[in-house]
């Protein structure tokens, strides 16, 4: 089993990024995007069922940023809008093989490696 994360970079504040996590080995329940700023805990960020396409987000990605999966290319995106600089973090992409606790990492079976965002004020 494999995730592989890209799509990391620098960008200004209000610009856009889309991170793109490639999945690969079986089907899983749902995949997930978590963050990690500098000396902060890892949290969530939102996460995705992979047969319904249901989407579950935390309050502060709301409305800026969008989860979706392209089931053919077995890929989940996460297109970020209106960047901000508290938005700066390595980002990953996790998948869980069951549906309870889509927003805790202790649910999630697998991980990627991990992709830096980096948003300037």
């Known amino acids: 089993v494999q995730l592989q994360a890209s799509g990391g970079g620098l960008v200004q504040a209000g610009g856009s990024l889309r991170l793109s996590c490639a999945v690969s080995?079986?089907?899983?329940?749902?995949v997930g995007w978590f963050r990690q700023a500098p000396g902060k805990e890892r949290e969530f960020v939102a996460s995705i069922n992979w047969s319904t396409g249901s989407t579950y987000y935390t309050d502060s990605a709301k409305g800026r940023f969008t989860i979706s999966r392209d089931n053919a290319k077995n890929t989940v995106y996460l297109q970020m809008n209106s960047l901000k600089p508290e938005d700066t973090a390595v980002y990953y992409c996790?998948?869980?093989?069951?549906?309870?606790?889509?927003?805790?990492?202790?649910?999630?079976?697998?991980w990627g490696q991990g992709t830096q965002v980096t948003v300037s004020s």
């Open positions: 080995g079986r089907t899983f329940y749902g």
């Open positions: 996790a998948a869980r093989k069951y549906a309870l606790g889509p927003d805790q990492e202790t649910s999630y079976d697998y």
